[in-house]
C-alpha cells in the first residue's frame, strides 16, 4: 500500500510518462527486445497489455469522454482490460483510483498512470509493445506527442519457421507471409515519415542477437539514455520469469540472449515453403538486407504470380490454436470477451 501511495502522489505531482513504442511483427522478437528493455534501470519495459490498440482504435466509443456514463464505462473497460492481460504485472488499478488520479478525464491520464504504477522506481520511460502498432499511429502521435518509435525487422522465413511451430499464432505459412508483408509495408509508410525528425529507429533483430550490446547502445541512444550493461541481464527479472511460464510461447524470455537464433529456417522449412516467402517477400527483403536462397528476383511479376498460385497447396500448415494449455486458453477467451465488449460500446452523447 505505501508503494502504491508513493505512486500515485508520484504521479499526481506532474510526472507524465514518456512513451516508445515498438513497431515489429508477431514471431519477431518483439517480446525479447521489450525484456531486454525493461533490464535498463531506467526503463519500464512491462509485458505487453495491449491496451493502446484496444483502446486507440476504439476511443470513439467512449466520446464524448467527460460525460460521466462513457467516462465510467472507460475506466470499467481499462480496469478489465488489465485483469485481462495475457501478460501478468506486479501492480492493479480500480477505478476508484483512476478517478482521483485522472481529473481531466482523459485516455492519456489513465494510460499514463497505469503505466507510472508499474514502474519500479523512478524510471520515466516505458518501451511498449503493441501488436500492428502500425493501425494506431495517428492515435499515439495526437495523444503523446512526444512519443518515440523502435521499428525492428526480422528475416520473413524465421518468422514464417516460428509462426508455424506456434500454436498462439494461427495459420500457416501464407498466413505469416500475409502478415509479415503488411505489416512492413505499413511500418515502412510511418517509420519514412518520423525518421526524418530523428522519431523513429529501425533494427533487425539478426543485429540485435548476434551483437546484443552493440545494438543496444543505439536503442538507448535513441530513446535518450546511457547505455548499462546490466540490461543483458534482463532474463533474470522476476516478473519476466514469471510471465515466461504464464505463456507458451514467450518460454526463451527467461534465458540469456540466444545469439545464433537465426538462420533456423533452412532446417525447419521446406523449399516450397522457402520459395513461396521469396516469391511474396524478395522486394522488401532485400530493402532490409536479407539474401535470398533462390532466383526469384529475376522473375517477372507474372511469372511471379502464377508460381505463388501454384505452390499454396504445398505450403507447411501450423499447429492449431486449440492445443494451447486448458489455463491458457481461459486467459485467452476472457480477453477476446473484452475486446467485444469494447468493440460494442455505444456512447452517450
Known sequence: ?????????KYQNG??????????????????????????????????????RLFGLNAHNYF????????????????????????????????????????????????????????????????VKENYTHSVIAFLLATWPDAQFVFQ?????????????????????????????KDQTESLRYFNQMSISGRALQ?????????????????????????????????KDKRTVKNAKRIQAWGN??????????????????QHDIRYIELNCHKLMTKFGYALDTDVGALTQSQRTIEITELENKLSAGIAATEISKAELAIRTGRLALIERVKNRVPVS
Open 203 to 235: 533494427i533487425r533483430y539478426e543485429d540485435l542477437v548476434a551483437d546484443t550490446s552493440a545494438t543496444a547502445k543505439k536503442l538507448c541512444q535513441h530513446v535518450g539514455v546511457k547505455y548499462d550493461p546490466v540490461m543483458l541481464d534482463y532474463y
Open 153 to 181: 525487422v526480422r528475416d520473413p522465413r524465421d518468422v514464417a519457421a516460428s509462426w508455424i511451430k506456434t500454436r498462439e499464432t494461427v495459420g500457416g505459412i501464407k498466413e505469416a507471409v500475409q502478415t509479415w508483408v
Open 15 to 52: 510526472r507524465n510518462m514518456k512513451f516508445a513504442f515498438l513497431m515489429c511483427t508477431e514471431r519477431s522478437g518483439s517480446n525479447f527486445i521489450v525484456s531486454l528493455m525493461n533490464g535498463h534501470p531506467e526503463i519500464s519495459g512491462p509485458p505487453s497489455s495491449h491496451l493502446f
Open 1 to 9: 500500500m505505501k508503494l502504491a501511495n508513493h505512486l500515485d502522489n
Open 253 to 270: 524470455l527467461a534465458k540469456p540472449v540466444m545469439t545464433s537464433n537465426f538462420g533456423k529456417y533452412k532446417k525447419s522449412l521446406s
Open 64 to 127: 464524448p469522454i467527460h460525460r460521466d456514463k462513457n467516462w465510467q464505462a472507460f475506466l470499467s473497460d481499462l480496469v478489465a482490460g488489465q485483469e485481462n492481460m495475457l501478460s501478468e504485472w506486479e501492480t492493479k488499478i480500480d477505478a476508484a483510483e483512476l478517478e482521483t488520479a485522472c481529473p481531466n478525464r482523459t485516455i492519456r491520464e489513465a494510460l499514463d498512470y497505469t503505466y507510472n504504477k508499474e514502474c519500479r522506481g523512478n524510471e520515466q520511460l516505458s518501451f
